[in-house]
């Protein structure tokens, strides 16, 4: 009889300390009620880790491509700084969106919220932790896994609800 190899579980990345949203990602989803799509991706992150900040990077060319009741709406949740609330950035014009999501990211321990799979900042998203998701018929869909991308190179899948039950040590 042959025996069994007993695999030993697979390594989790380090405990998340933030979400980190791809706004303009969000929004680019559909041209369609990009504030609402936003808020289901907030509602999202409350219920799914409510004791982590959340910060939303939106483009330049994405606001502005907004009508302007919805950028006006952008603004004052970009100026809103009061604690607990999401914290909002428009990246300056002529900057790309990913390279602050990533660099964010990077600083924070940040879930990565996007369906970009960020491949033109290999470099830059290594240790990142990305889930992915689904809008349709005004409901989000988050993936059961997310990808981490280690830092030695290459990516692994690592499910949602065992990124939900770490905790940064204290």
């Known amino acids: ?7 030993a579980p ?5 405990a998340r300390g933030a979400i980190v949203v791809d706004g303009a990602n969000v929004i680019a989803s559909s041209r ?4 609402q799509r936003l808020e289901l991706v907030m509602a999202w992150a409350a219920a799914w880790r409510p004791d982590l900040p959340v910060m939303v ?3 330049h060319n994405t ?6 009741e919805v950028q006006d709406v ?8 009061t604690p607990g609330r999401p914290r909002y950035a ?10 602050h999501v990533l660099r964010f990211a990077a600083a924070h321990r940040g879930l990565v919220v996007s369906n970009d799979r960020y491949m033109d900042w290999d470099d830059q998203r290594a240790d990142a932790v990305l889930v992915q ?13 997310a990808v981490w991308f280690k830092p030695s190179g290459g990516a692994q899948w690592v499910a949602m609800a065992d990124l939900q039950q770490q905790r940064p040590e204290a």
């Open 1 to 7: 009889m042959a025996s069994l190899r007993h695999r």
């Open 10 to 14: 697979l390594p989790l990345p380090p």
């Open 32 to 35: 369609a009620q990009p504030l």
């Open 57 to 59: 990077f939106i483009d």
């Open 63 to 68: 606001a502005r491509r907004c009508r302007p």
């Open 74 to 81: 952008l603004r004052a949740r970009c100026a809103d700084v």
């Open 90 to 99: 428009v990246v300056p014009r002529d900057e790309f969106a990913d390279e």
């Open 133 to 145: 998701f689904r809008l349709a018929d005004g409901a989000l869909q988050v993936a059961d896994e």
